[in-house]
Protein backbone atom coordinates (compact mmCIF):
# COMPACT_ATOMS: atom_id res chain seq x y z
CA UNK A 1 0.00 0.00 0.00
CA UNK A 2 0.89 3.81 -0.87
CA UNK A 3 1.46 6.32 1.38
CA UNK A 4 3.41 7.42 4.50
CA UNK A 5 3.54 5.85 7.71
CA UNK A 6 1.60 7.61 10.53
CA UNK A 7 4.05 6.90 14.03
CA UNK A 8 2.17 3.61 14.74
CA UNK A 9 3.41 2.20 11.22
CA UNK A 10 -0.06 3.01 9.67
CA UNK A 11 0.20 3.85 6.07
CA UNK A 12 -1.99 6.97 5.02
CA UNK A 13 -3.09 6.59 1.47
CA UNK A 14 -6.65 7.82 1.90
CA UNK A 15 -8.05 11.28 1.84
CA UNK A 16 -11.61 12.52 2.72
CA UNK A 17 -12.53 16.05 1.75
CA UNK A 18 -15.49 17.77 2.97
CA UNK A 19 -16.25 19.94 0.30
CA UNK A 20 -19.05 22.08 2.29
CA UNK A 21 -20.71 22.28 5.85
CA UNK A 22 -24.05 22.81 4.07
CA UNK A 23 -26.52 20.22 3.73
CA UNK A 24 -29.79 19.58 2.27
CA UNK A 25 -31.60 17.71 4.95
CA UNK A 26 -31.30 17.63 9.06
CA UNK A 27 -31.14 13.62 9.92
CA UNK A 28 -32.04 13.41 13.18
CA UNK A 29 -28.76 11.74 14.84
CA UNK A 30 -26.58 14.21 12.84
CA UNK A 31 -28.05 17.89 13.30
CA UNK A 32 -30.61 20.21 15.06
CA UNK A 33 -33.57 20.89 13.54
CA UNK A 34 -32.10 24.52 13.13
CA UNK A 35 -28.80 23.59 11.45
CA UNK A 36 -25.62 24.22 12.95
CA UNK A 37 -23.90 27.83 12.57
CA UNK A 38 -22.46 27.85 9.27
CA UNK A 39 -18.48 28.83 7.96
CA UNK A 40 -18.47 32.00 6.05
CA UNK A 41 -18.49 31.47 2.48
CA UNK A 42 -14.78 33.31 1.90
CA UNK A 43 -13.71 30.70 4.89
CA UNK A 44 -14.31 27.43 2.62
CA UNK A 45 -11.45 26.40 0.51
CA UNK A 46 -11.99 27.05 -3.25
CA UNK A 47 -11.72 24.40 -6.02
CA UNK A 48 -8.37 25.54 -6.89
CA UNK A 49 -7.01 25.25 -3.01
CA UNK A 50 -8.65 21.81 -2.68
CA UNK A 51 -6.77 20.33 -5.63
CA UNK A 52 -3.48 22.30 -4.70
CA UNK A 53 -3.85 20.66 -1.52
CA UNK A 54 -4.20 17.23 -3.01
CA UNK A 55 -1.80 17.44 -5.54
CA UNK A 56 0.92 17.89 -2.56
CA UNK A 57 -0.83 14.84 -1.03
CA UNK A 58 -0.39 12.92 -3.78
CA UNK A 59 3.08 13.32 -3.74
CA UNK A 60 2.90 12.06 -0.20
CA UNK A 61 1.62 8.88 -1.23
CA UNK A 62 -2.16 9.70 -1.12
CA UNK A 63 -3.42 7.94 -4.04
CA UNK A 64 -7.66 7.29 -2.60
CA UNK A 65 -10.34 10.49 -2.39
CA UNK A 66 -13.78 10.64 -1.24
CA UNK A 67 -15.68 13.67 -1.51
CA UNK A 68 -17.99 14.20 1.42
CA UNK A 69 -19.39 16.68 3.16
CA UNK A 70 -22.00 18.51 4.46
CA UNK A 71 -24.08 17.26 1.03
CA UNK A 72 -21.29 17.80 -1.22
CA UNK A 73 -23.64 17.68 -3.97
CA UNK A 74 -25.32 20.75 -3.10
CA UNK A 75 -21.61 22.73 -3.70
CA UNK A 76 -22.02 24.09 -7.39
CA UNK A 77 -19.79 22.77 -9.83
CA UNK A 78 -19.02 19.84 -8.33
CA UNK A 79 -18.10 17.41 -11.03
CA UNK A 80 -15.67 20.47 -12.31
CA UNK A 81 -13.44 19.44 -8.71
CA UNK A 82 -13.85 15.70 -9.72
CA UNK A 83 -12.68 16.71 -13.46
CA UNK A 84 -9.62 18.54 -11.75
CA UNK A 85 -8.48 15.84 -9.11
CA UNK A 86 -8.85 13.02 -11.92
CA UNK A 87 -6.35 14.91 -13.72
CA UNK A 88 -3.57 14.21 -10.22
CA UNK A 89 -0.80 11.81 -10.64
CA UNK A 90 -1.34 9.38 -8.70
CA UNK A 91 -4.91 10.14 -7.73
CA UNK A 92 -5.99 6.44 -8.71
CA UNK A 93 -9.77 6.78 -7.03
CA UNK A 94 -12.22 9.07 -6.26
CA UNK A 95 -15.12 8.20 -4.87
CA UNK A 96 -18.51 10.24 -3.03
CA UNK A 97 -20.16 9.95 -0.10
CA UNK A 98 -23.94 11.74 -0.36
CA UNK A 99 -27.50 11.73 0.58
CA UNK A 100 -28.62 10.76 -2.49
CA UNK A 101 -31.23 13.41 -3.02
CA UNK A 102 -29.04 15.19 -5.79
CA UNK A 103 -27.75 12.27 -7.34
CA UNK A 104 -30.01 11.54 -10.07
CA UNK A 105 -28.94 14.67 -11.75
CA UNK A 106 -25.44 14.48 -11.54
CA UNK A 107 -24.70 11.05 -11.83
CA UNK A 108 -23.41 10.90 -15.70
CA UNK A 109 -21.62 14.35 -14.89
CA UNK A 110 -19.65 13.23 -12.17
CA UNK A 111 -19.02 9.86 -14.25
CA UNK A 112 -17.61 11.37 -16.62
CA UNK A 113 -15.46 14.12 -14.82
CA UNK A 114 -14.29 11.09 -13.47
CA UNK A 115 -15.86 9.91 -10.76
CA UNK A 116 -15.12 5.78 -9.84
CA UNK A 117 -18.62 5.54 -7.43
CA UNK A 118 -20.87 6.46 -4.80
CA UNK A 119 -21.54 5.66 -1.06
CA UNK A 120 -25.76 6.32 -0.28
CA UNK A 121 -26.50 6.96 2.45
CA UNK A 122 -29.97 5.87 3.50
CA UNK A 123 -31.65 4.75 6.83
CA UNK A 124 -35.18 3.63 5.51
CA UNK A 125 -36.93 2.28 2.90
CA UNK A 126 -40.33 3.56 4.44
CA UNK A 127 -40.91 7.26 2.94
CA UNK A 128 -42.91 8.27 6.10
CA UNK A 129 -39.80 7.35 8.09
CA UNK A 130 -37.33 8.87 5.89
CA UNK A 131 -39.27 11.89 5.98
CA UNK A 132 -39.36 11.91 9.63
CA UNK A 133 -35.43 11.05 10.39
CA UNK A 134 -34.03 13.24 7.48
CA UNK A 135 -36.22 15.91 8.86
CA UNK A 136 -38.51 16.43 5.30
CA UNK A 137 -35.99 13.92 2.33
CA UNK A 138 -38.35 12.08 -0.09
CA UNK A 139 -37.34 8.84 -0.47
CA UNK A 140 -37.73 8.34 -4.17
CA UNK A 141 -35.40 10.77 -5.35
CA UNK A 142 -33.11 8.54 -3.39
CA UNK A 143 -33.52 5.51 -4.49
CA UNK A 144 -33.83 7.10 -8.22
CA UNK A 145 -30.58 8.34 -7.47
CA UNK A 146 -29.37 5.05 -6.53
CA UNK A 147 -30.79 3.28 -9.91
CA UNK A 148 -29.06 6.82 -12.40
CA UNK A 149 -25.44 5.78 -10.60
CA UNK A 150 -26.16 2.13 -11.51
CA UNK A 151 -26.71 2.84 -14.74
CA UNK A 152 -23.60 5.71 -15.12
CA UNK A 153 -21.40 2.58 -13.88
CA UNK A 154 -20.86 4.89 -10.56
CA UNK A 155 -20.03 1.24 -8.90
CA UNK A 156 -20.19 -0.47 -6.50
CA UNK A 157 -23.18 1.93 -5.50
CA UNK A 158 -22.98 0.99 -1.54
CA UNK A 159 -25.87 1.74 0.71
CA UNK A 160 -24.75 3.41 4.34
CA UNK A 161 -27.69 2.23 7.09
CA UNK A 162 -26.66 3.68 10.51
CA UNK A 163 -28.95 1.41 12.73
CA UNK A 164 -30.87 3.15 15.50
CA UNK A 165 -32.76 1.11 18.48
CA UNK A 166 -36.56 1.77 18.04
CA UNK A 167 -35.87 4.31 15.18
CA UNK A 168 -34.94 1.71 12.47
CA UNK A 169 -33.76 -1.70 13.49
CA UNK A 170 -36.61 -3.18 12.30
CA UNK A 171 -36.01 -2.47 8.86
CA UNK A 172 -32.60 -4.61 8.51
CA UNK A 173 -34.08 -7.45 6.83
CA UNK A 174 -35.85 -5.56 4.61
CA UNK A 175 -32.30 -3.82 3.49
CA UNK A 176 -30.60 -7.13 3.72
CA UNK A 177 -33.39 -8.23 1.29
CA UNK A 178 -32.37 -6.04 -1.37
CA UNK A 179 -28.74 -7.53 -1.50
CA UNK A 180 -30.38 -11.09 -3.27
CA UNK A 181 -32.84 -8.96 -5.14
CA UNK A 182 -31.03 -6.16 -6.50
CA UNK A 183 -27.58 -6.82 -6.12
CA UNK A 184 -27.16 -3.89 -3.38
CA UNK A 185 -24.29 -3.58 -1.27
CA UNK A 186 -25.39 -2.68 2.33
CA UNK A 187 -23.18 -1.73 5.16
CA UNK A 188 -24.26 -1.22 8.49
CA UNK A 189 -22.76 1.27 10.53
CA UNK A 190 -23.21 1.82 14.63
CA UNK A 191 -24.47 5.20 15.86
CA UNK A 192 -21.62 7.44 17.20
CA UNK A 193 -21.25 9.26 19.51
CA UNK A 194 -20.09 12.94 18.59
CA UNK A 195 -20.20 16.70 19.36
CA UNK A 196 -21.86 18.17 22.24
CA UNK A 197 -25.34 18.01 20.15
CA UNK A 198 -25.06 15.09 17.93
CA UNK A 199 -26.98 12.75 17.73
CA UNK A 200 -28.70 16.04 19.24
CA UNK A 201 -31.01 15.23 22.24
CA UNK A 202 -33.66 17.68 21.14
CA UNK A 203 -35.54 15.19 18.77
CA UNK A 204 -38.39 12.72 18.72
CA UNK A 205 -39.46 9.65 16.29
CA UNK A 206 -41.99 7.10 16.18
CA UNK A 207 -40.75 4.86 19.09
CA UNK A 208 -37.63 6.26 20.35
CA UNK A 209 -38.73 9.24 22.82
CA UNK A 210 -34.75 10.96 22.23
CA UNK A 211 -31.86 10.49 21.59
CA UNK A 212 -31.22 7.60 19.15
CA UNK A 213 -29.49 5.02 20.69
CA UNK A 214 -26.57 2.66 18.64
CA UNK A 215 -27.77 -0.95 18.14
CA UNK A 216 -24.78 -3.56 18.19
CA UNK A 217 -23.78 -5.41 15.18
CA UNK A 218 -24.49 -8.51 17.04
CA UNK A 219 -28.01 -7.83 17.31
CA UNK A 220 -27.83 -7.42 13.63
CA UNK A 221 -26.45 -9.80 12.72
CA UNK A 222 -28.87 -11.85 14.73
CA UNK A 223 -31.67 -10.23 13.08
CA UNK A 224 -30.67 -11.17 9.86
CA UNK A 225 -30.36 -14.88 10.59
CA UNK A 226 -33.59 -15.25 9.75
CA UNK A 227 -33.29 -14.45 5.94
CA UNK A 228 -30.39 -17.62 6.45
CA UNK A 229 -26.83 -18.25 6.83
CA UNK A 230 -24.42 -15.17 6.48
CA UNK A 231 -21.16 -16.31 4.78
CA UNK A 232 -18.10 -14.19 4.98
CA UNK A 233 -17.20 -11.96 1.66
CA UNK A 234 -14.46 -10.27 0.05
CA UNK A 235 -15.41 -6.26 -0.18
CA UNK A 236 -16.86 -5.13 -3.47
CA UNK A 237 -13.85 -2.39 -4.48
CA UNK A 238 -13.15 -0.01 -2.28
CA UNK A 239 -11.14 0.51 1.01
CA UNK A 240 -13.50 1.29 4.17
CA UNK A 241 -13.49 -0.32 7.71
CA UNK A 242 -16.03 -2.82 7.07
CA UNK A 243 -16.39 -6.54 7.71
CA UNK A 244 -18.38 -8.04 4.82
CA UNK A 245 -20.89 -11.19 4.27
CA UNK A 246 -23.27 -12.34 1.85
CA UNK A 247 -25.96 -14.59 1.67
CA UNK A 248 -25.09 -17.78 -0.71
CA UNK A 249 -27.74 -16.14 -3.00
CA UNK A 250 -27.06 -12.79 -3.30
CA UNK A 251 -25.25 -10.59 -5.89
CA UNK A 252 -24.84 -8.39 -3.01
CA UNK A 253 -23.17 -7.92 -0.15
CA UNK A 254 -23.63 -7.11 3.35
CA UNK A 255 -21.10 -4.88 5.36
CA UNK A 256 -20.26 -4.02 8.93
CA UNK A 257 -18.81 -1.28 10.45
CA UNK A 258 -18.32 -0.94 14.06
CA UNK A 259 -16.89 1.96 15.53
CA UNK A 260 -17.94 1.23 18.80
CA UNK A 261 -18.52 -2.65 19.25
CA UNK A 262 -15.22 -3.14 17.58
CA UNK A 263 -13.01 -0.14 16.20
CA UNK A 264 -10.82 -0.71 13.43
CA UNK A 265 -8.50 1.95 14.42
CA UNK A 266 -5.32 0.06 14.30
CA UNK A 267 -6.15 -0.29 10.60
CA UNK A 268 -7.10 3.90 9.79
CA UNK A 269 -5.34 4.47 6.47
CA UNK A 270 -7.34 8.26 6.65
CA UNK A 271 -6.60 11.49 6.98
CA UNK A 272 -9.89 14.46 6.64
CA UNK A 273 -9.39 17.78 5.06
CA UNK A 274 -12.40 19.83 6.63
CA UNK A 275 -14.07 22.56 4.32
CA UNK A 276 -12.69 25.59 5.72
CA UNK A 277 -9.06 23.87 5.84
CA UNK A 278 -8.42 22.04 8.51
CA UNK A 279 -6.58 18.66 8.49
CA UNK A 280 -8.35 16.14 11.17
CA UNK A 281 -5.97 13.05 11.24
CA UNK A 282 -8.85 11.61 13.65
CA UNK A 283 -12.97 11.78 12.97
CA UNK A 284 -13.09 11.35 17.05
CA UNK A 285 -11.05 13.64 18.48
CA UNK A 286 -10.96 17.53 18.09
CA UNK A 287 -7.35 17.60 16.95
CA UNK A 288 -6.55 19.80 13.64
CA UNK A 289 -3.66 20.93 11.47
CA UNK A 290 -4.55 24.08 9.42
CA UNK A 291 -3.32 24.30 6.15
CA UNK A 292 -5.90 26.84 5.16
CA UNK A 293 -3.55 29.62 5.94
CA UNK A 294 -0.78 28.34 3.62
CA UNK A 295 -3.65 27.45 0.63
CA UNK A 296 -4.44 31.01 1.08
CA UNK A 297 -1.31 32.50 0.28
CA UNK A 298 0.00 30.01 -2.35
CA UNK A 299 2.10 28.56 -0.04
CA UNK A 300 4.65 26.23 -2.30
CA UNK A 301 4.44 22.17 -2.60
CA UNK A 302 7.20 21.47 0.00
CA UNK A 303 5.68 23.98 2.81
CA UNK A 304 2.06 21.76 1.92
CA UNK A 305 3.71 18.29 2.17
CA UNK A 306 5.95 19.22 5.51
CA UNK A 307 2.22 20.08 6.96
CA UNK A 308 0.79 17.02 5.67
CA UNK A 309 3.22 14.86 7.03
CA UNK A 310 2.83 16.67 10.52
CA UNK A 311 -0.65 15.97 10.57
CA UNK A 312 -0.30 12.43 9.54
CA UNK A 313 2.81 11.99 12.39
CA UNK A 314 0.46 12.94 15.38
CA UNK A 315 -2.33 10.67 14.22
CA UNK A 316 -3.49 9.33 17.44
CA UNK A 317 -3.51 5.56 18.42
CA UNK A 318 -7.31 5.32 18.77
CA UNK A 319 -10.15 6.79 19.68
CA UNK A 320 -11.20 7.41 23.13
CA UNK A 321 -15.08 6.14 23.15
CA UNK A 322 -14.87 4.02 25.67
CA UNK A 323 -13.46 6.59 28.23
CA UNK A 324 -16.09 8.37 27.23
CA UNK A 325 -13.99 11.00 24.93
CA UNK A 326 -15.67 11.85 21.60
CA UNK A 327 -14.65 15.46 19.14
CA UNK A 328 -16.96 17.97 20.62
CA UNK A 329 -15.99 20.95 18.53
CA UNK A 330 -17.56 20.21 15.44
CA UNK A 331 -20.34 17.59 14.23
CA UNK A 332 -20.32 14.87 11.72
CA UNK A 333 -21.71 17.32 9.09
CA UNK A 334 -18.98 20.19 10.05
CA UNK A 335 -16.00 17.15 9.26
CA UNK A 336 -17.16 15.01 6.47
CA UNK A 337 -18.30 11.61 8.65
N1 LIG B 1 -24.42 14.29 3.25
C1 LIG B 1 -23.62 13.15 2.95
C2 LIG B 1 -24.34 11.87 3.35
O1 LIG B 1 -25.45 11.96 3.89
O2 LIG B 1 -23.82 10.80 3.09
C3 LIG B 1 -22.22 13.16 3.52
C4 LIG B 1 -22.01 13.67 4.91
S1 LIG B 1 -22.73 12.69 6.22
C5 LIG B 1 -22.18 13.58 7.64
C6 LIG B 1 -21.69 11.26 6.16
C7 LIG B 1 -22.18 10.06 6.90
O3 LIG B 1 -22.11 10.31 8.28
C8 LIG B 1 -23.61 9.65 6.61
O4 LIG B 1 -23.61 8.33 6.15
C9 LIG B 1 -24.28 9.74 7.96
O5 LIG B 1 -25.25 8.74 8.11
C10 LIG B 1 -23.12 9.55 8.89
N2 LIG B 1 -23.32 10.03 10.26
C11 LIG B 1 -23.66 11.28 10.68
N3 LIG B 1 -23.70 11.33 12.06
C12 LIG B 1 -23.37 10.09 12.48
C13 LIG B 1 -23.23 9.48 13.76
N4 LIG B 1 -23.43 10.17 14.88
N5 LIG B 1 -22.84 8.17 13.81
C14 LIG B 1 -22.64 7.44 12.68
N6 LIG B 1 -22.74 7.96 11.45
C15 LIG B 1 -23.11 9.25 11.34
Known amino acids: MSGIADAFNRPV ?3 RISVTDRCNLR ?17 ILTYEEIASFVRAASTLGISKVRLTGGEPLVRAGLPGLVAMLAQIDGIDDISL ?22 NVSLDSLKPERYAAITR ?20 PVKVNVVVMEGVNDDEVTDFARLTMSEGWHVRFIELMPFGGDNPPLAHSIGKA ?23 PSLP ?39 AD ?15 HQHLRRGAATEELKETIVGAIKSKPKGHQLARGRTAKERTMSQVGG
Open 277 to 291: GKLRPCLLNDMEVDV
Open 27 to 43: CIYCLPPQGVPLLPHED
Open 236 to 274: PRGNGPARYYRFPSARGTIGFITPISDHFCFNCNRLRLT
Open 136 to 155: HGELDKVLKGIEKAKECTLE
Open 209 to 231: PSPPKFVPVERVMDRLQSLGRLE
Open 13 to 15: NYL
Open 97 to 118: TTNGILLADFARELKEAGLKRV
